[in-house]
């Protein structure tokens, strides 16, 4: 499916500027958990992916089965980048070792992971959370990459190979212009591209990761930035709501970015700035009824 085609195909004119405005790191701990939710249920947020193998992946399933209305997919994590807060695969760590430090845990950064994990282990577990995930009653709609790891040269088979073995549409952009795909992935882009194309899964045209890029006070200025610079096509907004706290300031260094995008992208603030920017958005729901049709 072209560019064009799917646009026409979800009911948009083929110039329009569509984005899927997704929330990430859902179920890493509880205050993603409040915050995701609450920017599904009250803001331009359309969707969300969950971290499957984090402590808290048990509370975000059970909100996502008790007869609420949410779109999430899969965050497909390969890494646990925090100081103190760590987790381990879900798979187990003897049965893929290659992807786990001296305590068990996830490697912190996606370059350790390139270098240890084979492929053969990266398989078994990124299947061990998608199965996860539909055993725990969600109603999966697309699969993602935390920190972009899964995007690397090395391991995107297996991202292409869960899509297709699950129908599930995936993140994957048509430009390489940030940090949600690896420069090396670049020498296989164009292939990839016209593959997934070629077998019915959309493609999207442009992104946007700047997402907790900012200092307090200029939040609004730049989430309307961001907003403004989508480009006519299926684009992917990224945010990651999350409610300010004790247990958020503990666990990451952005407690202010994602508690300001868990009220912008959760309230009319948000709805106005991508209006404002003649912006129409979408979930993934949508794209997997396409990829499934």
Known sequence: MTATHVLERLGFEPDATVAVVHADDVGMCHATNVGAFEALAGGPATCGSLMVPCP???EAAAWATDGREVDLGVHLTLNAEWADYRWGPVAGRTAVPSLVDERGH???TTAETVRNASVEDVAT???AQVDAAIESGVDVTHLDSHMGTVLH????GVYLAL?????????FPRVVNG???DPATASVRDQIVAELERDGFPVFDG???DSLGFGVGTGRAHNERRSGGLESGLNYLICHPARDGEELRAATDTPHQRDFERRFYGSADGDEA???AGVQTIGMRALRDLVRS
């Open 125 to 127: 577990e990124l299947r």
């Open 56 to 58: 808290w992946f048990a």
């Open 274 to 276: 991508l209006a404002g």
């Open 106 to 108: 996830l490697f912190r």
């Open 207 to 209: 992104y946007d990761a």
């Open 153 to 156: 040269p090395k391991f995107v």
């Open 163 to 171: 899509a297709r073995e699950y129908r599930l549409p995936l993140f």
């Open 179 to 181: 940090v949600e795909l």
